[in-house]
């Protein structure tokens, strides 16, 4: 340990290398050695960064995209609640808006691309079946969902998505349905069903995260294209949040455990095997947009409450970069 070290004269060697030296001290004050290895790559640490600003701030609305190429429509604002269709882009720095959905509805999921959209479910009721894809200009209705619902999540692409879970109200839905680009299909439920929980990952791999309400729970399903299993739990409940990633690197975040003050800005991280924590939000909201399609690192939040905010935060990994170009040996 250096700051215990007893000083004393010596030679510093570096063996030859540029991984490590040694510090020997001489014969009259002591024999002790002491190692020292140094890397040469720069780490930088994950971290959330402010974004830009929304047009329109809402919340329970749909999130699909890349932090660098984000599409965000639905949701509602301004109790009583006033139903929204709008639909925005975002560049990695600006917002625009873009054309309106269909129908406007809340409490609804997207997955997919900016330029290949897939916008499913949600409330009011009479809408709650109805499917929209977005080709990066214009939305088009397509079939409807088996089941209507709201407080659902999802996964996957517009051609092979996924839903599961939400609410047929007045009752939480373990239901799960597969999208082909044409029709949905009802496949096996979840082991527990849920509302307003997290999902992400593809159609054959794909995580159910969380939900509940109330209470918010740490339960975790992992879908394999055909049938649900349980997962590690995670490591603090959350509802009301949002996702992105697939489902050997995925990330949770926003939402929080328990009404009348669920926000918190927790985020985890999960492996496919354990969930571990991430960086924190700088604010702490609930009921937001967002998410990343293939990626963490991609991810981004945005909108959601308390208030109907309209910030939006950006999600980078960690970064490990070589810091010499050349390495050589004598």
């Not at 030859?16 to 780490?43: D, K, M, R």
């Not at 029709?183 to 159609?203: C, H, K, P, V």
């Not at 995670?234 to 939402?255: D, E, L, Y």
Request: glycine share 16%.
């Amino acid at each position: 340990d250096a700051s215990t070290a007893t000083p004393r004269s010596g030679r510093l060697s570096s063996g030859g290398t540029q991984t490590g030296a040694v510090l020997a001290g001489a014969p009259s004050n002591g024999t002790a050695t002491e190692e020292y290895s140094f890397g040469i790559n720069t780490v930088t640490a994950a971290a959330w960064s402010s974004g830009g600003t929304l047009n329109t701030g809402r919340l329970l609305y749909g999130g699909a995209g890349y932090k660098e190429s984000g599409l965000v429509a639905g949701g509602f604002n301004s109790p009583p609640a006033s139903i929204k269709n709008e639909t925005e882009e975002y560049d990695g720095t600006t917002w625009t808006e873009q054309n309106n959905l269909g129908t406007a509805r809340y409490e609804n999921f997207m997955i997919g691309t900016q330029t290949a959209g897939l916008f499913f479910g949600g409330s009011p009721a009479p809408d709650s079946p109805k499917t929209e894809e977005y080709d990066g200009t214009s939305w088009s209705e397509q079939n409807d969902m088996t089941t209507g619902r709201n407080t659902l999540a999802g996964a996957g692409t517009q051609t092979a998505g996924l839903a599961f879970g939400g609410q047929v109200p007045p009752s939480a839905s373990a239901l799960t349905e597969e999208y082909n680009g044409t029709s949905w299909s009802e496949q096996n439920d979840m082991s527990t069903a849920r509302r307003y929980l997290q999902g992400f990952g593809i159609q054959t791999a794909a995580v159910a995260a969380g939900g509940g309400y109330p209470p918010a729970v740490t339960t975790t399903e992992e879908y394999d294209g055909s049938s649900w299993t349980n997962g590690s739990a995670m490591i603090t409940a959350k509802h009301r949040g949002n996702a992105g990633g697939i489902s050997t690197n995925g990330i949770v975040f926003g939402g929080g455990t328990a009404p009348p003050s669920p926000a918190h800005a927790v985020v985890e991280g999960y492996d496919g095997t354990a969930w571990s924590t991430r960086p924190s939000t700088a604010n702490s909201k609930y009921n937001v947009g967002g998410g990343s399609t293939t990626t963490s690192t991609g991810a981004f939040m945005c909108g959601g409450r308390p208030g109907y905010v309209t910030s939006t935060e950006e999600f980078s990994g960690e970064i490990e970069t070589a810091t010499a170009k050349t390495l050589t040996t004598s």
